[in-house]
Antibody, heavy 117, light 106 residues
Framework: QVQVQQWGAGLVRPSGTLSLSCAVT????????WSWIRQSPEKGLEWIGE???????NYNPSLKSRVTLSLDTSKTQFSLTVTSVTAADTAVYFC???????????WGKGTRVTVSS | DIQMTQSPPSLSASAGESVTITCRAS??????LNWYQQKPGEAPKLLIR???DLEAGVPSRFSGSGSGTDFTFTISSLQPDDIATYYC?????????FGGGTKVEI
């Protein structure tokens, strides 16, 4: 059974950097895209970006200048970094398997990230 | 970006009733649409992919239809376990986008 387990800091200072990671078990990186979604009352569900096993990434243009996705194939882990955070980045962040690049069939439990001083 | 508009934002129905949610895309997305269910405090769960294909284990009372810009999601006989918020999501183009959700209550 494919599972994704996520972790990272739940509180980030304004102008700081948000970092989250996700470990994949039960599946290979190959053939799938691995994605991050965030959810806030203001914006609802928002796709942040995706990365495949080759490290090819696609980003939401609204966040592209501040977001980096990366992966460690040896550990089957992938990570999200968001720089220069503001209160607008406060949200629950989910790591997700994006099957065939189309549908999100495996979700992490979510990490609530608050941007506050 | 492709805007996804769901209606209604919320609905209340009795157990056993049929409920229908609509999702409208701001441009033609062909059949590139998925539906998710999210219960409070949980991550969304994929129910239906590509308009009408039920994920394994999803009860047959859930169904979807549509193409182009207009889509529907139906629960044929509402059960207490179906209390949740439902979202549509398009994958015709980047960025992937979601509807605003429909909260279903009994």
């Amino acid at each position: 059974q494919v599972q994704v387990q996520q972790w990272g800091a739940g509180l980030v200072r304004p102008s700081g950097t948000l970092s989250l990671s996700c470990a994949v078990t039960g599946a290979s990186f190959t053939g799938n895209y691995w994605s991050w979604i965030r959810q806030s009352p203001e914006k609802g569900l928002e796709w942040i970006g995706e990365i495949n096993h080759r490290g090819t990434a696609n980003y939401n243009p609204s966040l592209k200048s501040r977001v980096t996705l990366s992966l460690d194939t040896s550990k089957t882990q992938f990570s999200l970094t968001v720089t220069s955070v503001t209160a607008a980045d406060t949200a629950v962040y989910f790591c997700v398997r994006l099957r065939s690049g189309n549908f999100m069939d495996v979700w992490g439990k979510g990490t609530r990230v608050t941007v506050s001083s | 970006d492709i805007q996804m508009t769901q209606s209604p934002p919320s609905l209340s129905a009795s157990a056993g009733e049929s409920v229908t949610i609509t999702c409208r895309a701001s441009q033609d997305i062909f059949r590139y649409l998925n539906w998710y269910q999210q219960k409070p405090g949980e991550a969304p769960k994929l129910l239906i992919r590509e308009v009408s294909d039920l994920e394994a284990g999803v009860p047959s009372r859930f169904s979807g239809s549509g193409s182009g810009t207009d889509f529907t999601f139906t629960i044929s006989s509402l059960q207490p376990d179906d209390i949740a918020t439902y979202y549509c999501q398009q994958f015709e183009n980047f960025p992937l986008t979601f509807g605003g959700g429909t909260k279903v209550e009994i």
